[in-house]
């Protein structure tokens, strides 16, 4: 889909819209987006990163709000909360985001601050990190590439123990060279609780007191750097993994979805992600 660029000057806008609310009212399921889109289409992977005392950050994620709502689900959008803007400190931001898996991420791929992006871990013009005003030309040039794999990914939840039991399977469409990696992790919308920043038409000015963080990483469940699938693909083939993860009871498991994306561990590259719900079932 070629990105409408009418849209593109609206985004500063609209998703500032989205987040300016300064008393958030529950419930907040009209901000969750529901994943519709079919697993057998090319779909990209924008990791945001992100911290609460990034007087930018705000005005990045209102960007990437608004991407993955103009992509209709075929762009995911994770928060990663890392680097020193998104360490927790004294009130209001005593909340901690971070995670083992994105403090790696910040450092494997040389995050020097916050809000930079990537899309798909794609080098463009000799580099990974993208400031937020390069990730729609960024993103839209990943959807002219050809399907190479497709991810389903099936849950099941057992409000009883708090279990979530993930069965994600890969197929290849094409054979591909090298080793490709399957990553697992879990992400939360709707947190609540204090934001900087410094765009009036993003929120209150100089803080949020009651910003609404969405797509928020917690954990990956397969390790940081996920686990080897195959190192020598075979379209003939499913590869199918599945894990059995307790959730931490501060989560609230209707916000939480499960995110999987298939990377090649050389160049480190994404070649496909998905996205669904803890409780909702993939097809």
């Not at 959730?247 to 992600?273: G, R």
């Amino acid at each position: 889909m070629k990105f409408n660029r009418s849209l593109l000057l609206l985004i500063p806008v609209t998703g500032f819209l989205l987040f300016s609310c300064d008393k958030i009212k529950a419930p907040y399921a009209a901000l969750k987006r529901i994943d519709t889109t079919s697993v057998n289409v090319r779909k990209v992977l924008l990791e945001d990163y992100t911290g609460h005392t990034c007087t930018n950050c705000p005005t990045a994620s209102g960007i990437a709000f608004t991407l993955e709502n103009t992509y209709s689900g075929k762009l995911i959008v994770m928060a990663v909360h890392a680097g020193q803007t998104a360490e927790p400190t004294d009130p209001p931001f005593a909340a901690d985001y971070t995670t083992s898996a994105g403090d790696e991420w910040y450092s494997t791929f040389g995050f020097f601050a916050n809000p930079l992006g990537m899309v798909n871990r794609h080098e463009f013009s000799g580099s990974r990190l993208l400031t937020s005003d390069l990730w729609a030309s960024s993103v839209d040039s990943m959807f002219t590439r050809p399907l190479e794999a497709i991810i389903t990914i099936s849950n099941t939840y057992d409000t009883d123990g708090d279990i979530l039991t993930t069965s994600v399977s890969t197929k290849f469409k094409k054979v591909l060279t090298g080793s490709y990696f399957l990553n697992v992790c879990i992400t939360e919308d709707s947190l609540i609780s204090a934001q900087k920043n410094n765009n009036p038409n993003a929120g209150a000015v100089p803080i949020i007191n009651n910003y609404v963080f969405m797509d928020v990483l917690r954990t990956s469940i397969n390790g940081n750097s996920g686990e080897e699938i195959t190192s020598a693909t075979d379209t003939s083939r499913t590869y199918t993994k599945t894990y059995i993860e307790p959730l931490d009871p501060s989560w609230v498991p209707k916000n939480c979805s499960v995110i999987c994306f298939v990377y090649n561990s050389e160049t480190k590259e994404i070649i496909q992600a998905e996205k669904v719900g803890v409780m909702k079932t993939g097809k």
